[in-house]
């Protein structure tokens, strides 16, 4: 009989059951190093076809916070400008370009490429799984994490991406946690509740 390979439970808790959604963050840095690791986990998770649509833009400098900071919601701007970086996970509305090289497996350019639809659904869920991902991937490099969809997205993109050609998803504040501004942990709904074995 196979034995499952489980991690150990401290690191589910680091992953899941003790992790927290982040809205203050101290100030510590995030650096090159740290990003470059980060994305080097990232890169492995499955998406189909191996399309790999996500993009990713570390918003860190001054310079970028200040370009990123008319795009935010009024109750998300404090915690992401004090955010050691925040990350602006997008798709590649032509990310099919890239599978002759990513998927050689046979030419599957042509499914997306001819049509807008496919393209669409197949970048934005993947691209979202790409960012859950990212989200698992900082937990587990020690960051602390805070997903957020509250912002203007078509302000990021003009802001970030003018050339139409990458479309924003969602914003991703990573740092070290101020757990001050920690909310209480909201419940979770019971298996029987979302979910059934047929």
Same mark, same amino acid.
């Given at each position: 009989m196979t034995t499952l390979n489980t991690i150990p439970e401290a690191a589910l808790?680091?992953?899941f059951r003790a992790a927290r959604t982040v809205h203050a963050f101290q100030p510590v840095p995030v650096t090159d190093e740290l990003i470059h690791k980060l994305y080097e986990l990232?890169?492995?998770?499955?998406?189909a076809f191996n399309a790999q649509p996500a993009r990713y833009v570390f918003v860190r400098s001054e310079e970028a916070k200040a370009k990123l900071k008319p795009a935010l919601s009024a109750g998300n701007s404090a915690q992401t400008l004090a955010a050691g970086v925040t990350v602006i996970v997008a798709h590649d509305t032509r990310f099919y370009e890239h599978l002759p090289t990513q998927f050689p497996a046979y030419d599957a350019k042509p499914i997306f490429e001819n049509s807008a639809e496919a393209a669409q659904a197949t @970048? &934005?869920?993947n691209s979202s799984l790409q960012g859950a991902y990212l989200i698992l991937a900082a937990?587990?490099?020690?960051?602390?994490?805070?997903?957020q969809s509250g912002f203007n997205a078509a302000l990021v993109d003009q802001a970030f991406f003018p050339d139409g050609r990458y479309r924003t998803n969602f914003l991703l504040n990573l740092g070290v946690a101020d757990h001050s501004g920690t909310f209480q942990?909201?419940?979770?709904? @019971? &298996?029987?509740?979302v979910a059934e074995i047929a």
């Open positions: 808790d680091q992953l990232v890169k492995w998770g499955p998406t @970048a &934005f869920r937990r587990a490099l020690g960051l602390d994490a805070g997903p942990r909201g419940p979770r709904l @019971a &298996f029987d509740e």
